[in-house]
DNA sequence: CTAATTTCTATTGATATCAATGTAATTAGT
DNA sequence: ACTAATTACATTGATATCAATAGAAATTAG
């Protein structure tokens, strides 16, 4: 027979105001509603977004190392290209001189989409720094850096 | 027709490295990852292990404060206590006082899980700190409880 | 005291996320 | 060259996330 567990009230607070986990899937939620309802006119996600622009290169890069730079998933990369290849707006490709690979380019809809959306990222971003204090968004993303 | 439209590969670049909103996500996705693989152990994720800390109160919440405490969607909340509920280690009842209230609380064995899960989140975390400089810690959770 | 409004939650459909697993292509060891 | 190990990616199944919508219960306006 087990004894009833009672974790004490004071550890959960504890949890609840410390931990940093928990503190970054918030503010991961509530800057993706963000960015997502500022994004909707042109049709994109903020993790659209950011995977758009990670394609942005002179070189199509392959898939391992975009997946690396968003710090998801390889299957995640897989399923998020999806449903913009079906929208026209990315082109998957094999590597002719290693098959293994897939080449990640944007279509010229998809950079005009991108094109579209960087001034509202823009004007997002900067209300953004106005709700932090004076400088703390250097420091802060240093921070993030340290964890991902 | 449309111009061929080119964006800048410096404002990618500038995307990259200053936004915000990439950065938490990032740093959410790995953090996520570094709980999961501790957690897994006991059967939970850190989501669930946050959002059944937060049900371990003296008196059970309804689901908006708990949706708002975790600053998700009241919708993503339904969806995340049904493997919980399926497990036997949450229970959702009627309020009484008010039939549109849901009344959320631990059972006995949800109690035992959490319990178990919280040496793990004590050591995970403490590990946590060293990767962060000395007191970024506290400026870090600040500054993330800013843009929630 | 009824009707309109507000509050609280559930359902549906789409995308996001990862673990586990499988497969094809490449590379290393012999 | 042949086999073993590695690399790069896809598929499946489960959970997470939110918008749009709908429903039921409670509150408020009149």
Redesign the pocket.
């Known amino acids: 027979m087990s004894n009833a567990v009672e974790i004490p009230f004071s550890t959960t607070i504890l949890v609840r105001d410390t931990c940093l986990c928990l503190h970054v899937?918030r503010a991961?939620?509530?800057l993706?509603?963000l960015f997502?309802?500022a994004l909707?006119p042109v049709g994109l996600?903020?993790?659209?977004f950011s995977?758009m622009m990670s394609l942005n290169r002179p070189e199509p890069?392959?898939?391992?190392?975009?997946?690396t730079l968003?710090?998801?998933?390889?299957?995640?990369?897989?399923?998020?290209?999806?449903?913009?290849q079906?929208?026209g707006w990315v082109n998957?490709t094999q590597?002719?001189?290693?098959?293994?690979?897939?080449?990640?380019s944007l279509t010229p809809e998809g950079k005009a989409v991108l094109a579209a959306a960087v001034p509202i990222w823009e004007s997002t971003h900067a209300s953004l720094e106005d709700a932090l204090p004076d400088g703390d968004m250097g420091r802060l993303r240093r921070d993030l850096q340290a964890l991902a």
Chains 1, 2 share one sequence.
Do not use: C, E
């Open positions: 899937q991961a939620r509530a993706a509603r997502d309802d909707r996600t903020n993790g659209q995977l890069p392959p898939m391992g190392p975009v997946a968003l710090a998801m998933d390889q299957t995640t990369l897989t399923a998020a290209l999806k449903p913009l079906r929208r998957v590597n002719a001189k290693d098959k293994r690979r897939r080449l990640l």
